[in-house]
């Protein structure tokens, strides 16, 4: 391995930092059953649209591996299984449904239970590396579009954690900062769980690239005061017209961006373009327990009883991005016509 991973395959085991440890303490889990992936993507110990669809390919991998030696129908039937289980995890996300479907579509091509679990295991690992060549990719498209010095607003967690290395708006920072560019992070922390000032913060102080951690309020007079010169942000699922799926949060920051005549830019794998959804009215949007909003630190803060709303994602209409970054280059403006020819062209 030559850089650190967030999640990865080894001696037959799916392996990944615990993120809900993080920034206190560095844990490393290690699983060998699709439930315990399972569990670990729907607890959020891995997060992030990417790393969550790797992590799924790397789980149905350990599925592949356990019923190798079963003849063929039992194989097949308990792959169709631990696929159902891991799509029952998050639903916004649609890099899980893609990495799955991928893995499954290799599986149907060969008959043999131990061949196919060996193809599948190869795939899988086939993705961690290429997921990080893709943010790289990603990276020296995107660098271009920051500002030669100035404020970048990032919201939610994109970085190596998000993914299996990297990170997708994150990793457009660190190449515009590769690049020469001297930017300044602000960090929104990102209610409910705080993505931004535990892990993204974590990871810019590791880089050593400035950043300073903002209340999710604050965006808009940091707006104003004119620190943000651009604002970058990640993507769970991203509509056939560009409208665009991700952290609770994003849709406000999209707005002030407007009001402020800042560009808005979103980072994103084509895999996390979802081209059968011709907008963003249709991607299904998640809604988590109660406790992550009544809850700060395990103390409850809320009254008893109290009613919550607690969607985790929101969508924010292509109308507002400037443009859409991929492995595959820019889409500017985002539209059907030009997210259509990344994948045709
Ligand atoms: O709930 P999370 O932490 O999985 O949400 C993550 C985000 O919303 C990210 O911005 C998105 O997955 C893009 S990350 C490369």
Redesign the pocket.
Known sequence: MTEPRTVWWEDGRVRMIDQTRLPAVEVILQFGTVDEVAEAIES?RV??????GVTAALGLALAAQAAASKPAAAFRAHLAAAAERLRRT?PT?VNLFWSIDRLLLLAEAEPDPARAAARLIAEAQAMVEEDVQINRAMGRHGAALLPERGGVLT?????SL??VGY????GVVRAAVASGKTLHVYVDETRP?L?GMKLTAWELLRDGIPATVITDNMAGWVMRQGRVQAVI????RIAANGDTA??IG?YSVAVLARAHQIPFYV??PLS?IDYSLADGDSIPI?ERAAEEITHVGGQQLAPEGVTVYNP??DVTPASLITAIITERGVAQPPSPASLARLIND
Do not use: S, Y
């Open positions: 959020m997060r992030g649209a990417p790393a969550i998050r996300a919201h939610c967690n994109t970085g998000a993914t990170g997708t708006a994150l769980r993505q942000v990640g993507a769970d991700n952290k994003t980072a994103a996390t998640e985790a994602f």
